[in-house]
């Protein structure tokens, strides 16, 4: 999957013009950014311990029964009004898990994303 990853990579920058700069990565379709989907990532934070196992899935130092923050930005779920923490309120946030994709063209499904500005 790595080397199809890559040469599509290589396709898309090749492809495109000299006008705009072509980035393209893949998005594992998950939270951490280590490689594995989440569905088939069995340490989903990287502390060494196992999903089934592991009674503080976000590594905050509260365990997951007590645990009401799940963005660990201080503000307790049922009253935070930011999911992604960056300043825009959900219901006018056109990106809430701020990825770089609008919510409208987002499904993290695995596939590589490919982001195109214009030199200046």
């Known amino acids: 999957m790595k ?5 599509l990579s290589i ?4 492809l495109c013009t000299n006008d ?7 998005s594992d379709g998950g939270n951490n950014n280590d490689g594995t989907m989440d ?3 069995n340490d989903r934070d990287n502390d060494g311990i196992m999903n089934q196992f592991d009674n503080d899935a976000d590594n905050d130092g509260i365990m997951d029964q007590f645990d009401n923050d799940a963005d660990n930005d201080g503000i307790m779920d049922q009253f935070d009004n930011d999911a992604d923490n960056d300043g825009i309120m ?8 701020n990825d770089g994709t609008m919510d409208q063209f987002d499904n993290d499904d695995g596939w590589p994303r490919v982001t195109i500005r214009n030199k200046s």
């Open 3 to 7: 080397k199809i990853m890559r040469i």
């Open 90 to 97: 959900n219901q006018f946030d056109n990106d809430r898990d």
């Open 11 to 14: 396709l898309i920058v090749f």
């Open 20 to 26: 705009v700069i072509a980035q393209s990565w893949y």
């Open 39 to 41: 569905q088939f990532d």
